[in-house]
């Protein structure tokens, strides 16, 4: 076949079509070309990949498929300008079907560095194979962490994270009415030796739980009722905390922790099937380590809170050991951290008005930035924090600002002493640019979306991921309604883009520094002591994280989480299935990377610091490298076209 034959031929593939004239014409150059004959085999089942996607140019193929006795069956037919061993070029696994042709065949043969360069180049060629792309990490995520698991927690006690709910819930649930007397009450759950009963109303649905704490409470503590006539809807605890029979006990943990609750209900299909108390998870766990919510509560000093501290870590060792998922590690680890934050809170609290400071002058709003603010802390991180607090009068202004000060470096002071460091930028309420009323915050607003001047830029790019967590959490509505408006319009009045002077964390022909290389290189450090390493969270994760975050605030969306904002991206129709599994999966696969890699530093007495050299990883592992970075290269394509490139080098 001549250039313009071949050049034909992708002309009239999808998606080849979509490529530029130029472009088409330079791979036709490239492209091979390869002849069989009736019945002969372009790959067999069970043969390892060649590295090639075949196009058919002319001629039939059988896709056959043979079982464990040896009987082919024919599963599929390709025809002219179909491909062939396009989801094993991406996997480098062995082929699942065999391709034969059944008459004259030719087919163009394109190398996998080839078909690379095409993805990582062509944001909207890459997009016909994100699917396979993403399928190919979903498939090297689960066994590697199947595979880590074993290896460095073979040892570990009973998995926690890995069971569900109905393996330890129990059933059936002893119920009462919610009109029976209280003695009766107490007196089943003495005979049965249990702490909870549920209370069911007329219609037989549950509406309140019965426990012993309640009634203590309430009949013995503060003696509210007489205990001859007392009846259950006057103690009864009326919020019931719901889960599945088929969530994962890590589920079930973060209800309880984020509800305060000791106990859930298990419901199946408006049925009350079981319940589960925070004993049950206990019982799980010769350590004991999950009545750490309850000892975060009940320490009375910082410093017996900073003991306590200490022990969230092994709960994530434990989360690693057991498979649970990334999105269950970010779940239990951030609400714990958050639990943390709040107990702090308090104790400062408590610290101010000792020290002769009193209550809060007016009501404030405490709010987390960063990966705390997205549920994505793992490891504790530095403090991002920001305080928001109600315009005070104009006379009171500078003793109310004194007092958020102070109150500020009590809490920063408490959380440095639970392991959070503090911030390097300053992004901190004892430093005035994060600590404003409610005017001044947003006349800032204001004026940034005026001046764009880069610190504010800056600035603007962290505030876009604050949830506040603690205090009179409303004093915030108005401020995020008004940054998130200020932040679209931005996005419509600079639409230009600007150098975006970020390098790529992976190349596509030619590697940071101009050294010829092949596609897919992984781009790592030139020199220094991390040599030849790469940064997983400043090379990866936070190119996905800053994509993610632009595309999410431009369509209005003011879910802080990385995740989150996936789901309701493509719940919008902004991304399409595709790229949420793609940039989804990109984006668990470097956290888990480097997750693993920290955790072993930290084994090693070392600090955890991000950094792993690629080429010591298993080949497994550094496909997986590559695919999620590929992942993250996409979506800075695309970010590229749509947004100004201030918002990629401000937005980390």
């Not at 009634?215 to 599945?244: D, F, M, W």
Request: with cysteine.
């Amino acid at each position: 076949m001549e250039d313009h034959e071949i050049l034909t031929v992708l002309k009239r593939t999808d998606p080849f079509e979509i490529l530029e004239a130029d472009v088409l014409k330079q791979l036709s150059k490239k492209t091979g070309i390869k002849a069989y004959f009736p019945n002969s085999y372009v790959f067999r089942q069970g043969d390892q990949s060649l590295d090639r996607l075949f196009i058919i140019a002319s001629g039939l193929v059988e896709i056959t498929v043979t079982n464990d006795r040896g009987l082919e069956s024919v599963v599929g037919l390709r025809r002219a300008y179909d491909f062939l061993g396009e989801t094993v070029i991406l996997s480098q696994q062995r082929y699942p079907a065999s391709a034969r042709a059944k008459e004259d065949l030719v087919c163009l043969v394109i190398t996998r560095k080839q078909f690379e360069k095409l993805i990582y180049d062509h944001p909207e060629f890459s997009s016909f194979f994100n699917a396979l792309l993403a399928e190919r990490m979903r498939l090297l995520y689960e066994e590697i962490v199947a595979q880590k698991s074993y290896e460095a927690y073979s040892s570990a006690e009973s998995p926690l994270f890995g069971k569900r709910v109905s393996e330890i819930m129990s059933f059936p649930v002893v119920t009462c009415s919610m009109s029976d007397s209280v003695s009766a009450v107490s007196k089943i759950m003495s005979e049965k030796d249990i702490s909870a009963v549920i209370a069911l109303d007329s219609e037989q649905k549950p509406r309140g739980i019965i426990t012993e704490s309640s009634l203590v409470k309430h009949l013995i503590a503060q003696q509210l009722y007489p205990i001859s006539t007392c009846r259950v809807e006057q103690i009864v605890n009326s919020h019931l905390v719901t889960v599945g029979p088929e969530s994962f006990i890590g589920q079930a943990l973060v209800s309880m922790i984020r509800n305060k609750t000791r106990y859930l209900i298990v419901m199946e299909r408006g049925r009350l099937v079981g319940i589960i108390a925070m004993v049950d998870l206990i019982k799980l766990r010769s350590t004991g380590q999950m009545l750490l919510t309850q000892n975060i509560e009940s320490q009375q000093s910082i410093q017996g809170l900073s003991v306590i501290s200490r022990e969230v870590d092994h709960i994530l060792g434990d989360m690693v050991a057991e498979k649970a998922a990334l999105e269950e590690i970010l779940d239990v680890m951030s609400e714990l951290h958050e639990r943390l934050t709040q107990r702090v809170m308090e104790l400062s609290d408590e610290r101010m008005k000792r020290e002769g400071w009193g209550s809060a002058p007016v009501d404030y709003c405490w709010i987390n930035l960063g990966s705390a603010a997205r549920y994505e802390q793992t490891l504790r991180t530095d403090q991002d924090n920001a305080i928001l607090y109600a315009d005070p009068e104009p006379e009171m202004r500078r003793a109310v600002d004194a007092y958020f000060k102070k109150f500020a470096e009590i809490v920063v002071e408490g959380l440095e002493a639970c392991g959070f460091a503090r911030c390097p930028e300053n992004i901190s309420p004892v430093h005035t640019p994060w600590r404003r009323s409610q005017s001044e915050w947003l006349l800032w607003v204001k004026k940034w979306s005026k001046t764009f001047l880069p610190r504010d830029t800056r600035m603007m790019a962290i505030l876009l991921d604050l949830r506040p967590v603690w205090g009179n959490k409303s004093l915030s509505r108005d401020f995020v309604d008004s940054l998130f408006s200020v932040f679209r319009q931005s996005l419509q009045v600079r639409r230009k883009p600007v150098a975006d002077d970020t390098p790529p964390p992976i190349s596509a022909g030619v590697p940071a520094g101009g050294s010829a290389g092949f596609p897919g290189t992984i781009v790592t450090e030139k020199s220094g002591i991390h040599k030849d390493e790469i940064n997983l969270k400043s090379a990866g994760i936070q190119h996905l994280v800053s994509g993610i975050r632009i595309l999410a605030a431009g369509c209005g969306i003011q879910e802080p989480s990385t995740l989150g904002r996936l789901e309701q991206l493509a719940a919008a129709g902004a991304i399409s299935p595709e790229e949420l599994s793609l940039y989804r999966t990109s984006f668990e696969s470097l956290m888990l990377l480097a997750l693993d890699e920290n955790l072993k530093k930290i084994g090693q007495g070392r600090l955890p610091d991000n950094y792993l050299d690629p080429y010591a990883l298993r080949k497994r592992e550094r496909i997986l490298l590559k695919d999620a970075l590929s992942g993250a290269a996409h979506l800075q394509k695309i970010i590229n076209q749509k947004a100004s490139g201030i918002w990629l080098t401000n937005m980390t």
